[in-house]
């Protein structure tokens, strides 16, 4: 068995505020709409010669509803190895481990994670962390 190595992301700089519930202000009549969308690819920090990643986001809110995607899809790592997911939340200089993952054969691993919800009643919808590989 490997030793599990460390793959630092670029989660950071999206923020945990970013993907958290926001307060949107409607005007009186309407709501208001937010739409974010974020695509970026990752730094190689030399932690694995060769290793690539990108990462998709997006927040969609209108009156009560709050639909978030965090898309995360890595390559060129060293295959069927463990790593953690590290992320830099909001203006935290330490690092939060995310997850644990083992690559595939080609060295590849993708997650998904969404938040579907509304702001009615309890004030979020139900989270569904929904890792992929």
Not at 20 to 44: C, D, E, P, V, Y
Not at 70 to 78: F, Q
Not at 82 to 103: E, H, P, Q, R
Request: proline share 2%.
């Amino acid at each position: 068995m490997r030793a599990t190595k460390h793959f630092l992301g670029l989660l950071g700089f999206i923020g945990a505020g970013l993907l958290l519930s926001q307060t949107t202000f409607g005007s009186k009549g309407g709501t208001s709409i937010l739409h974010w969308m974020l695509r970026a690819t990752f730094t190689n920090m030399g932690v694995e010669t060769g290793a690539v990643g990108s990462v998709d986001a997006k927040l969609n809110q209108q009156g009560n509803a709050d639909n978030q995607k965090l898309n995360i899809s890595l390559g060129k790592l060293a295959s069927n190895t463990t790593y953690t997911l590290s992320a830099a939340l909001g203006d935290d200089t330490n690092l939060t481990d995310v997850t644990t993952f083992t690559t595939d054969a080609n060295g590849s691993a993708a997650f998904k994670y969404s938040h579907v919800g509304s702001s009615q009643g309890n004030g979020h919808g139900p989270a569904r962390p929904c890792p992929i590989r």
